[in-house]
């Protein structure tokens, strides 16, 4: 620790709060000054040009070469006003977080020197040397070549010096290979499937909506801490680290006010989030010492989840400017709350009525019912591929490790929801309406207040409905919420268009309307009944119970991955037109490849930390306790000599036998590692890896903190949790 200690004593005048300076004196003077958003296109581009580009948007068209050309005249123009030099297409790559390639704008003039030019064919379709990104095996059987091309629906924005175009990332023979593709397919499949369903109730419906207001949590570190654990820097958690004599028990930090130095941290984000138009809004202590959430007000799915990536590279960038470091890690430190990045997620049409809430009337309550069951039936029948969905390497430590939430997909409603789907499993249509002109009744009328008032709000459900919205909790914080949102959106769709056939069919038959929509909202609730569950999700007899239920608790990562595969999931994304079995396969071997990368470089981190510097250190500690027994055995006769050295010789015993543990347990680890690496399906490995590989980093890591108690903290080469986790 020397050497940090003298560290963080020079370093003492950069802890203080840097200061930030607003740029101008109102948020609107610079909200979206770095987005190429509407105001700008329509500064910007001729008016045929801009008229065909907001068209395009709305209805979801591709636009032709000249007004992409045109567009990307306008757009070029408007970038390098602001000083940009280079462009880059900005997409999301499997493996997790975003991707670009920097070109500048300048071509041959012919002449011997250069103009700036950005063509339409630049702006809409790129082929980024890729081949170094993850595609299961896709573009190796094809083609290497991948393709990225511009989402329109998403606008370009100014990053530093470069213009950044959102984009999707395809292979030559049209395979997703990112996120962004099938993630706006399945917008669409539940933009279609919602729409149908809605136009029960107004036929004016033309689309239907789906938002997502993501709640980004994260910790924060001081950089010169950071740099002296390299399981931090490597990892992006602790692999090792008795838990701190105070952490989170006196719940100060959650209650307690923003250190100067994050404040100004957050200020300063908040600034940047602005300028390119991400409408952060919250910003609070998390439970855990160093934690913290940021929110922003919810937005269309696919834009809200482009920011979110966004301002997660965005806060990496802000630290540094602060001497910090942002930790998206689930889990960065052990025994204390991991992070999580709520997903509140909603359907809502385009003539302003917001699908999940109970309404005014009754028809909107039936409405209300109609989509409520339809979620039900959705988690219910997906239940472990939404699991699947949400699960990484890194997140299993939150999921099903004993910590918020657990790795069981249940659904939970409040007293209030669930006393009327009670009512409406056991009253038939007749009991349930009221004669006459005012048709349905259904007793909904109470549940607007009932559903506002959150007391009985459930913090142990990974997925809650929260009055007029759903919060799938059991996302991780540094994942890409288009994988949850894609098997959630692309499941519900699938049940909305199923749903659709069913009442058409009674209604063919000829019953009402109000009557077949009833009856199969009735029938969705009964069927999804398993799912739902307002009780303790922590408790080890939710457990129990959930298996009775049939629901999925499987708890290995590797293995839920097999969920994607299953015959319902394929089924449901082929009909859906998502995600093909070709793809679906190609997807999971990049999981299970992810995994053991994950795993594995952490196994090799742990085994240098264990071996190249705790060892050590303890073996100098021993040593100074030999010297100093060797000492006392000079000096003293046998009997005092025992009794002066006891303490010393137990220490000494005790380190020794640790630290032959570790060494033991690391020879094995590093050997299962090598049987593990030897086998040839993705699906082995990543399972050897979780089976044999990451059970030993939990046993060294015992020992290695039973050794930090004991050892001389002056000789303990790394900082401990108690010097991580309070930002001075
Ligand atoms: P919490 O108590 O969970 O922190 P907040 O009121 O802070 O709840 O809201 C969390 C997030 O939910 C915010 O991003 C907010 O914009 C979003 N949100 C609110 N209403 C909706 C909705 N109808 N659909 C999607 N997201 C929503
Ligand atoms: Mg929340």
């Known amino acids: 620790m020397s050497e940090l200690r ?30 190429f958003n509407r105001q700008k296109m329509f500064q910007y581009l001729p008016r045929p040009t801009y008229e065909a580009l907001v068209e395009a948007i709305d209805n979801k068209k591709p636009i032709s070469r000249e007004v992409a050309d045109s567009v990307a005249e306008g757009m070029k123009r408007w970038a390098i006003e602001n000083g940009t030099t280079h462009y880059t297409h900005w997409f999301q790559p499997m493996t997790g977080g975003t991707a670009e390639k920097h070109d500048t704008f300048i071509e041959h003039d012919g002449k011997g020197g250069v103009i700036e030019k950005f063509t339409g064919k630049l702006l809409a379709q790129q082929e980024p040397d890729a081949s170094s990104f993850p595609s299961g095996g896709i573009r190796n059987t094809f083609e290497a070549r991948g393709y990225s091309a511009w989402d329109i629906s998403s606008p370009a924005f100014i990053v530093g010096n470069t213009l950044c175009i959102p984009t999707i990332f395809i292979s030559y023979t049209g395979e997703s290979l990112d996120y962004k593709t099938p993630f706006l397919k399945a917008l669409n499949a539940i933009d279609k499937a919602a729409t149908k369903v809605a136009k029960y109730f107004d036929p004016k419906v033309k689309h239907v909506i789906s938002y997502l207001g993501w709640e980004q949590e994260y910790f924060l570190v001081d950089e010169a801490l950071y740099d002296a654990r390299p399981d931090i820097a490597l990892t992006g958690r602790t692999l090792m680290g008795h838990e701190s004599a105070k952490n989170q028990q006196l719940e100060d930090h959650y209650f307690g006010s923003i250190p100067s130095r994050v404040e100004a941290f957050m200020l300063d984000l908040e600034i940047e989030a602005h300028k390119l138009g991400i409408p952060v809004k919250t910003r609070h202590n998390e439970v855990a010492p160093n934690q913290f959430e940021l929110a922003p007000i919810y937005e269309e799915a696919n834009l809200a989840n482009d920011h979110n990536l966004l301002i997660m590279s965005v806060m990496n960038e802000v630290a540094r400017r602060h001497n910090f470091r942002v ?32 309404g005014s009337t009754p028809m909107e309550n039936l409405e209300f019912i109609v989509f409520l069951s339809n979620v039900m039936m959705a988690v219910h029948k997906h239940n472990a591929l939404l699991k699947a969905s949400i699960m990484s390497a890194t997140n299993s430590h939150r999921l099903g490790a004993n910590e918020a939430p657990p790795a069981i997909i249940s659904m939970f409603l409040g007293t209030g929801v669930s006393g009327l789907l009670d009512s409406i499993e056991k009253n038939d249509y007749e009991s349930m309406s009221m004669q006459g002109k005012e048709g349905m009744k259904l007793g909904v009328n109470q549940i607007p207040e009932i559903m506002l008032d959150n007391t009985d709000r459930n913090r142990t459900s990974p997925f809650a409905f929260t009055g007029n919205r759903f919060e799938y909790r059991a996302v991780g914080s540094s994942a890409n919420c288009a994988s949850a949102l894609i098997a959630l959106n692309s499941a519900v769709a699938y049940e909305l268009d199923d749903f659709a056939e069913r009442v058409d069919r009674r209604i063919a038959a000829g019953e009402s309307k109000e ?8 029938e969705n ?19 129990v119970e959930a298996k009775k239920r ?7 990562a590797p293995l839920m991955f097999d969920a994607y595969l299953s015959d319902s999931s394929v089924n449901m994304f082929e009909k859906m037109g998502i995600l093909s079995k070709k793809e679906l396969i190609a997807r999971n071997e990049v999981k299970w490849e992810m995994y053991t990368k994950k795993v594995q470089i952490e196994s090799r981190v742990l085994g240098d930390l264990a071996i190249n510097h705790v060892i050590p250190a303890a073996i100098n500690y021993e040593r100074v306790l030999l010297d100093n027994l060797y000492k006392i055995n ?20 005790n380190i020794s036998r640790h630290v032959n543990e570790v060494k033991k347990l690391v020879a094995e680890m590093i050997d299962n590692r090598r049987n593990a690496n030897a086998l040839e399906v993705q699906r082995d490995k990543a399972i050897a890896y979780h ?9 060294i890591r015992y020992h290695i903190d039973h050794l930090e108690l004991m050892v001389d903290n002056e000789i303990w080469p790394l900082p401990k949790y108690r010097e991580l986790l309070f930002i001075r």
């Open 525 to 543: 609730i009964s069927k999804a009944r398993p799912v739902h569950f307002d009780g303790n999700g922590y408790g080890d007899e939710w457990l």
């Open 515 to 522: 009557r077949a929509l009833f009856a199969e909202a009735r």
């Open 6 to 35: 003298f560290r963080s004593v020079m370093e003492a005048s950069s802890r203080k709060a840097v200061k930030v300076e607003q740029p101008k004196k109102r948020v609107d003077q610079y909200y979206g000054e770095k987005v």
């Open 634 to 653: 000079r000096l003293f006769d046998s009997e005092k000599a025992k009794e002066i050295g006891n303490a010393d010789l137990n220490t000494v015993e």
């Open 327 to 358: 930790l998206f890690h689930e889990k960065p430190f052990a025994g204390i709350n991991g992070s999580g990045k709520h997903n509140n997620w909603s359907l809502g049409t385009d003539t302003g009525r917001q699908l999940f809430s109970p």
């Open 550 to 556: 049939g629901l999925d608790t499987e708890a290995s």
């Open 691 to 699: 089976d044999r590989v990451a059970p030993l980093m939990e046993k």
